[in-house]
């Protein structure tokens, strides 16, 4: 479960006072009720706004990466984009490849020629982060030319706030696993900025405070409770919001949020989530003793404990469905046209989480489960083999790792970059 939701759980079940009052606030904005650089009126009437977040937020970043702010600023960006782990969730050939070049051409040509596309990687994220297919939304012509221009002056504004910055950070990763997995929108000099494209700034800064202290207490516990992962110390001194819409950028200092209270911000998150999947569990597992429990509700627990990084749960879970599974009552399909194809698709899915973190020899089980059920080989899918490359790395069977892993790209040019930069690092360690 990401930060955002921790924080949405924890005002419904615990109030307003679970987490530490830092008494920090922003300045009062004070600000014309007409927006001064609105995206296109169409893409509100279409209810939108969601993906233009999150189509902004990849642009922003685009303009920091490029250089196009802050040309002298040492930038760090993350080495993938949410957008393609949504790609592991699409088995349409033609949509895949659409997806692959969009991405490709994010990374590769001017922000100018790929609204477009990123508008597409917008979704692919939204893919991913809930763990299913959408309906995807194209744009207009008369919508790219209106989004060019509220582009244009957004730039211009970075540029005007920015361009002696020093030091970028795109996409920062704040989660630990002992606590949520949480991605940050940039940080810039030391200050920690969340995106916003609200129609209503005002109340959009007065109101999420918390979701950017969550960030810096994340942080804090990064720093202080290394992973083992190599990963740099991220230092955040004070918050703020960018507002393209208003083209406005705000900020505050957190002197008053002290280590301590940044450690008992995490302690409760800690609590929260454990009392959250208990409770989940508790409600599957009564139905599917009742005969009442449908795979939907399996498929959004046991991929919901892979995201959240709850790697025993989801192993102790998924070998009791194993056991059971019988038991289901019928279901709207997920991922296929029946029953087989959906039960198959959680296997690989579960085995995609652990194969990366999680127990190896159970990863490496239900990767077998999926390939006994479906009938595909190793040899018909080049992702498998990465991922079996992955695991037997993992466990230490170097010989088989490296075959599998030529297997792979033998067959395949588009692999996970972030799975496959972890197994040659195994192999090279």
Not at 304 to 320: A, I, N, S
Not at 393 to 403: F, L, M, S, V
Request: net charge negative.
């Amino acid at each position: 479960m990401s930060l955002t939701r921790y924080l949405a759980l924890a005002r419904k079940l615990k109030g307003r006072t679970y987490f530490p009052d830092t008494k920090i606030v922003f300045p009062k904005l004070s600000l014309p009720r007409a927006l001064s650089n609105p995206y296109p009126k169409s893409l509100y009437e279409r209810k939108l706004w969601s993906v233009m977040g999150t189509f902004t937020d990849y642009m922003i970043r685009k303009f920091l990466r490029d250089g196009l702010v802050a040309p002298h600023a040492q930038v760090t960006h993350e080495t993938i984009l949410t957008a393609e782990l949504g790609l592991v969730r699409i088995e349409n050939d033609d949509f895949l490849k659409e997806s692959i070049a969009a991405i490709r051409d994010y990374a590769r040509s001017s922000w100018e020629s790929v609204i477009p596309q990123t508008f597409l990687m917008s979704q692919l994220d939204a893919i991913y982060r809930s763990g299913r297919l959408h309906r995807i939304h194209s744009l207009t012509m008369e919508e790219v030319n209106g989004i060019q221009k509220y582009l244009s002056n957004t730039l211009v504004w970075l540029k005007r706030e920015f361009s002696d910055c020093t030091n970028i950070i795109l996409n920062p990763v704040l989660g630990h696993p002992d606590v949520c997995a949480a991605d940050a929108d940039v940080i810039i000099d030391s200050t920690l900025y969340e995106i916003k494209t609200t129609k209503d700034p005002a109340s959009t800064v007065r109101r999420n405070v918390e979701q950017l202290l969550g960030y810096v207490a994340l942080a804090y516990y990064h720093n202080n409770r290394p992973t083992g992962q190599s990963a740099p110390a991220i230092d955040v001194d004070s918050i703020g919001y960018l507002l393209p819409q208003s083209l406005i950028a705000v900020k505050t200092g957190i002197e008053s949020f002290t280590d301590s209270m940044k450690e008992e911000f995490c302690i409760r998150i800690i609590e929260l989530r454990a009392s959250q999947w208990d409770e989940v569990e508790r409600k599957v597992l009564q139905k599917l003793e009742n005969d009442e429990g449908t795979l939907v509700e399996w498929r959004e627990l046991l991929e919901g404990l892979g995201r959240d990084r709850q790697f025993d749960r989801l192993v102790r879970l998924t070998k009791h469905l194993e056991e059971s599974e019988e038991r289901l009552t019928q279901w709207e399909p997920i991922f296929g046209d029946d029953y087989q194809d959906d039960a198959e698709c959680l296997y690989y899915n579960v085995g995609v989480y652990l194969a990366q973190e999680g127990d190896p020899e159970y990863a490496e089980h239900c990767f077998n489960v999926f390939m006994t059920r479906s009938g595909i080989s190793i040899s018909d899918d080049p992702s498998l083999c990465l991922f079996l490359s992955l695991i037997k790395a993992r466990k230490g069977e170097i010989d088989d790792a490296r075959q599998y892993l030529e297997q792979a790209l033998a067959k395949e040019d588009n692999l996970p970059k972030h799975v496959l930069e972890c197994v040659k690092d195994l192999l090279d360690g």
